[in-house]
């Protein structure tokens, strides 16, 4: 029944760092059995040694690996959908997300930029530092009208978030047209 929800979509669980966006995502693509992939895996070691080193990305690094996260998205929507954690930022980047062809949904996690600065401080084995939150908070748009998704307030436990996830996501099956709106775990 879990997995009827989904179809070929790819669902892109969304937000700022330290939000919840992996375990979420790696949760609901479990109880959804499709596969589950984290965008930061596909980020360049350039990449990655820029954001290690503190540095925000910028559009030009960002390109390649839109490119490559898009083409994941593809593919998975041609086998059998599938759920991402991916930051997507900005409206215009989860544009490039969407694929000719793929059907995409977006998991918006919302959560307290003072709440998330406790978890990133708390995270270890992660090569986004700290100091980098608040420029993602400067650049997080959240959902906007005529985006498939909706959000979750992410400061509940994960399996709190997981739930309000499924059942938005079983809502948008049933009402693709249900505008996004945010829901509480």
Same mark, same amino acid.
Not at 155 to 163: F, I, K, M, N, P
């Given at each position: 029944m879990v997995r009827e929800v989904l179809g070929n979509r790819v669902v892109i669980v969304m937000g700022v760092s330290a939000c919840g966006k992996t375990t979420v995502g790696r949760r609901l693509a479990e109880r959804l059995g499709v596969p589950f992939v984290d965008a930061d895996d596909l980020h360049s070691a350039a990449n990655r040694a820029k954001i290690t080193s503190g540095r925000p990305l910028d559009d030009a690094d960002r390109r390649p690996w839109l490119a490559a996260v898009a083409e994941w998205i593809r593919t998975t929507a041609d086998r059998s959908g599938g759920v991402m954690a991916c930051s997507a930022l900005r409206r215009e980047y989860r544009d490039r997300l969407r694929p000719?062809?793929?059907?995409?949904?977006?998991?918006?996690l919302s959560?307290?930029?003072? &709440?998330?600065?406790?978890?990133?401080?708390?995270?270890?084995?992660?090569?986004?530092?700290p100091e980098?939150?608040?420029?993602?908070y400067q650049l997080l748009e959240p959902l906007q009208p005529g985006e498939p998704g909706t959000t979750v307030d992410?400061?509940?436990?994960?399996?709190?978030? &997981?739930? $309000? $996830?499924?059942?938005?996501l079983a809502q948008s099956f049933h009402d693709p047209a249900a505008p996004a709106h945010p829901l509480r775990p």
């Open positions: 000719r062809g793929a059907e995409v949904w977006f998991l918006h959560l307290d930029p003072a &709440v998330a600065l406790e978890r990133i401080t708390a995270r270890r084995g992660h090569f986004m530092p980098l939150l608040d420029s993602q992410a400061s509940g436990s994960t399996e709190q978030t &997981v739930r $309000a $996830a499924l059942r938005a």
